[in-house]
């Protein structure tokens, strides 16, 4: 088959979705299916190469990262919005993007990459083409785009039901768009939008439940070391993922033995918590900010203990889980609503600790499951067995029946 896989890293440069998407393509590759990506960009941060074999396609969307910046993704809180318009007013480029989007409800992302995707489709003939959200910007444009083939979406995250944003149009423009689709795949948190009386029930039999493409052996083993390094990378969101427990719950465990590194983006929200922090920890917290995919690879190699924020929705888990899994090192989860998504994986993850936000002694808990697990591993083999639904090959084998 050939497949075109549509991804876009303008607000992420180093978005976790675009990564799925490639690691599924690595994998259709393999089983000697042809596939193209069409990667949108913010114009400063260039993409990495894909796969061996996979071919990828750049169109990039300066304009619109510089009206991300001036107007701070349109956050409630942080700069005064007359500050962020002056911003704005600074880069005519910007101005016209955002007039296109706000005014003329007519995003040039959106605009531009309908035309490139029917441009690649007349030129490649792809039998089918499959946006990668979110963002939705690409699904937007794959819905009105004339092609020969199938029209897919994989929702890593969902639209309607989000709880980081308002998605205009809600339930009723995510049902206009799963119109113009040949089929939808979900992850397993979206399945009771589909159900009957649910918002989306209409839909159910467009969506197909596919899982995310994590299980890879990590060859980097890790360094000798004095301390007890307890690692997250990932981003933070206000009122989605952030700090204020796990910065709280180190700044709380006896001893001075244990490092906790955090790497990543979204620091500028929490300031007073880094600050905080440091203060009790000094050295032992670590504030790298957001690091390339290779150089977050060979920190959690060389922790000792893979640290994962719970989201605060019940709908949306963040697929660095299933990386912290493919490792086999000791995961410690940080709880902070009672039906965290991630709860069914942890149970099945024999070197899982998962602490709730506000459980009495939680530091105390913590320090004696470090002495317990600190040196212990799973096999690569084991994990795998413990998720076979994980495994990417799995994966590609399932995309591609609901292809067919």
Known sequence: MRILFVLDRVENAASANALMGFRLAEQLVACDHSVHILTLWDGLHTPPAPPEGVVQHLLAFADERLMNEALENGRRGGTPVPLRLARLAAHPTAVAAAFRQLVLKSPRRTVDTQREIERLDAEFHYDAVCAVCAPYRAAFALEEASIGGKKYLWQLDPYASNRDYTA????????????ALDGTFITPQAVPDYAGGAPLAN??????????????????????????????????????????FAAALFSALPGTDVTMTMAGGGWQYFAADAAQTKAVLGEQFEQPGPVPAETARTMQAQADVLLNLGNA?????????FDYFAAGKPVLHLCVIENDPALPY????????????????????????????????????????????????????????WLM
């Open 203 to 244: 839909w159910c039999e467009k969506t197909h439940v596919l899982g995310f493409p994590t299980l890879l052996p990590r060859g980097c083993r890790a360094e000798e070391h004095d301390d007890m390094r307890c690692v997250f990378c990932g981003s933070l969101y206000p009122e989605l993922r952030e700090p204020h």
């Open 346 to 401: 942890l149970a099945r993850y024999p070197l899982a600790l998962v602490l709730h936000q506000g459980q009495a002694d939680a530091a105390d808990i913590l320090h004696r499951w470090l002495g317990e697990v600190c040196g212990k591993q799973l096999p690569f083999g084991e994990v795998c067995d413990l998720f076979p639904e994980l495994v990417p090959q799995a994966v590609a084998a399932e995309f591609v029946r």
């Open 313 to 321: 929705a019940d709908n949306q888990l963040p697929s660095k889980l």
């Open 168 to 179: 205009p149009g809600g339930f009723a423009r995510e049902g206009r768009l799963l119109d």
